[in-house]
């Protein structure tokens, strides 16, 4: 599942590897053609019910379009056809009854990773570790959709699944200078935030949800996006929500495992994917001393990795050839990584290299999204990672089972086609007119204070070696907010990867907190 193809081939500091964007659709073609399909909201209604934890929920489901326009001169200017996949539960008070926006990051993923694993009341079956074999692939009822504690909306990012970017000038001529300019707009960080902004306020609009508690869910880009758009919302539209929940998080660049290799001088993302690296180890049995439980000893593996390990990085060249010496032999204890490959890399090992580098001896690599999988390497001579065993494992499940359900069960889709990633080309990554790594902390922070009743359910995998655990751990730690605001956020780690709900145990549990979450920050039972 490629969930991260341009997040990190695109950032300033070289973030991307080449198996996170081993595969491009290909959208401006059909982009390009004002069609009326395109220029008009489209909407198709079903009817269902799912099974949730042994309580029958009747729904109805609405597969549809909402066509986004220009500002100021140019508000009458259509600008993206965004689709989306909403389910609402029959029988409740729209006004007392929550609704949660859902969406997958990338940038520029489809959302069909959400909706087909976590929260749709269907689910596909994959393996939980291993390659799913090919089709024809298990469509079951999703016993973990969050549909019994809120009303959902999938959304497709501009450009992805059925989403586009819409050039209506008449002159012909003109339209391919019109859709350049749609891409600059719209495939950026600023952009694609005013996008779903938009996009959700026209949706409170359509289906009479104004008044209805509010709820953000993205994973990965997501919880980028989620941080722009929750405070675009509150400080720019006057919508205060009453949630946001975040999967996967990645809010500040700089903490990426990934690339870090090409931002000498910057550290800290090794000592914050150390944990995660520890405990990919521990699941294929590659460390030294096996522990029983890995819990305890990922509390201290943390304490070393801002402690010890981040004092050695820090003297740089000053680190003594004795003390560099040691902190290899304890890292060795904590990656399974050999003492002498560990002070070739300099102490410092990317995500691409560790994935590489643990199952080597037998020729394989681990997972990126999530390291309990593993593959045969590309290359075993390579540097990095040439690939992700686990997206190949997975996505073509992933796929297939969403083109076939949009289309027999949501009645939508038909003769178009559902792109798996919007062909970005350039994501721009200036963000409040500043260039370099994106940081948008501030950006949730901003939410948070102008908001002070906003609450914020961080979820994370300790497989996840895209979005480290820890990494989003101390991000949310750093948030410049006052103490009191602290506490309006909550914590839920998993023994899962990237996407948590790939594992089915990590799956019910995070349906759990999710539903409690919301539950606890609906306001109903206050009024």
């Known amino acids: 599942?490629?969930?991260?193809?341009?997040?990190?081939?695109?950032?300033?500091?070289?973030?991307?590897?080449?198996?996170?964007?081993?595969?491009?659709?290909?959208?401006?073609?059909?982009?390009?053609?004002?069609?009326?399909?395109?220029?008009?909201p489209q909407a198709s209604a079903s009817e269902g019910s799912v099974s949730v934890e042994g309580k029958r929920i009747a729904y109805k489901a609405v597969a549809g379009t909402?066509?986004?326009?220009?500002?100021?001169?140019?508000?009458?200017?259509?600008?993206?056809?965004?689709?989306?996949?909403?389910?609402?539960?029959?029988?409740?008070?729209?006004?007392?009854?929550?609704?949660?926006?859902?969406y997958n990051g990338g940038p520029g993923s489809a959302t069909v990773w959400l909706h087909?694993?976590?929260?749709?009341?269907?689910?596909?079956?994959?393996?939980?570790?291993?390659?799913?074999?090919?089709?024809?692939?298990?469509?079951?009822?999703?016993?973990?959709?969050?549909?019994?504690?809120?009303?959902?909306?999938?959304i497709d990012a501009p450009g992805a699944g059925f989403s586009r970017l819409v050039a209506n000038d008449p002159d012909a001529s003109k339209r391919d200078e019109q859709m350049k300019d749609r891409r600059k707009d719209i495939y950026s960080v600023d952009g694609d935030g005013h996008a779903f902004a938009q996009f959700i306020t026209q949706f409170l609009s359509r289906y009479g949800r104004w008044n209805s508690p509010k709820y953000l869910f993205g994973e990965s880009y997501g919880t980028t996006r989620s941080a722009v758009l929750a405070n675009d919302l509150e400080?720019?539209?006057?919508?205060?929500?009453?949630?946001?929940?975040?999967?996967?998080?990645?809010?500040?660049?700089?903490?990426?495992?990934?690339?870090?290799?090409?931002?000498?001088?910057?550290?800290?993302?090794?000592?914050?994917?150390?944990?995660?690296?520890?405990?990919?180890?521990?699941?294929?049995h590659k460390l030294p001393q096996q522990p029983a439980e890995l819990e305890p000893l990922l509390q201290e593996v943390e304490q070393f990795a801002l402690g010890e390990y981040a004092q050695a990085l820090m003297q740089g060249s000053r680190l003594d050839d004795a003390r560099k010496q040691a902190i290899a032999e304890k890292l060795h204890q904590y990656t399974g990584l050999s003492v002498n490959y560990l002070l070739k890399a300099d102490l410092r090992v990317t995500g691409g290299m560790f994935e590489h580098e643990l199952l080597g001896d037998n020729g394989d690599t681990t997972g990126r999204l999530d390291s309990r999988f593993a593959g045969p390497?590309?290359?075993?001579?390579?540097?990095?990672?040439?690939?992700?065993?686990?997206?190949?494992?997975?996505?073509?499940?992933?796929?297939?089972?969403?083109?076939?359900?949009?289309?027999?069960?949501?009645?939508?889709?038909?003769?178009?086609?559902?792109?798996?990633?919007?062909?970005?080309?350039?994501?721009?990554?200036?963000?409040?007119?500043?260039d370099g790594a994106v940081n948008v902390m501030p950006?949730?922070?901003?939410?948070?204070?102008?908001?002070?009743?906003?609450?914020?359910l961080l979820n994370g995998g300790y497989y996840d070696l895209a979005t480290p655990f820890y990494a989003a751990d101390y991000e949310m730690h750093h948030m410049p907010i006052q103490?009191?605001?602290?506490?309006?956020?909550?914590?839920?780690?998993?023994?899962?990867?990237?996407?948590?709900?790939?594992?089915?145990?990590?799956?019910?549990?995070?349906?759990?907190?999710?539903?409690?979450?919301?539950?606890?920050?609906?306001?109903?039972?206050?009024?």
């Open 66 to 102: 909402i066509v986004l326009h220009g500002k100021g001169d140019k508000e009458n200017e259509p600008t993206v056809s965004m689709f989306y996949a909403a389910y609402f539960k029959k029988g409740e008070d729209a006004s007392k009854r929550p609704i949660t926006f859902i």
């Open 116 to 154: 087909m694993g976590a929260f749709g009341p269907r689910r596909v079956v994959t393996a939980d570790d291993s390659h799913t074999p090919a089709a024809p692939y298990q469509l079951i009822n999703n016993n973990y959709s969050l549909l019994d504690a809120s009303d959902l909306v999938f």
């Open 443 to 456: 950006d949730l922070a901003k939410a948070m204070k102008t908001n002070p009743t906003l609450k914020v």
């Open 483 to 527: 103490p009191a605001l602290m506490n309006n956020v909550s914590y839920a780690w998993y023994p899962s990867g990237h996407m948590v709900y790939a594992h089915e145990e990590s799956l019910k549990l995070l349906h759990d907190n999710v539903a409690r979450f919301i539950e606890q920050t609906d306001n109903v039972k206050k009024r």
């Open 235 to 284: 400080n720019d539209d006057s919508v205060d929500l009453n949630g946001v929940i975040l999967l996967s998080q990645i809010l500040n660049f700089d903490t990426s495992i990934d690339g870090s290799d090409q931002n000498p001088g910057v550290d800290l993302p090794y000592e914050l994917a150390l944990p995660t690296f520890t405990a990919t180890a521990y699941y294929h």
């Open 377 to 434: 390497s590309l290359d075993p001579l390579s540097k990095e990672a040439e690939y992700d065993p686990q997206s190949s494992a997975i996505s073509s499940a992933y796929i297939a089972a969403f083109n076939d359900y949009v289309r027999k069960d949501l009645k939508f889709g038909q003769d178009q086609v559902y792109h798996e990633f919007a062909d970005v080309g350039d994501w721009g990554f200036k963000h409040n007119g500043h």
């Open 1 to 40: 599942m490629r969930k991260l193809p341009l997040v990190l081939a695109l950032a300033a500091l070289s973030l991307g590897t080449a198996h996170a964007a081993d595969k491009k659709d290909k959208t401006s073609s059909d982009e390009a053609k004002p069609e009326a399909i395109l220029l008009h």
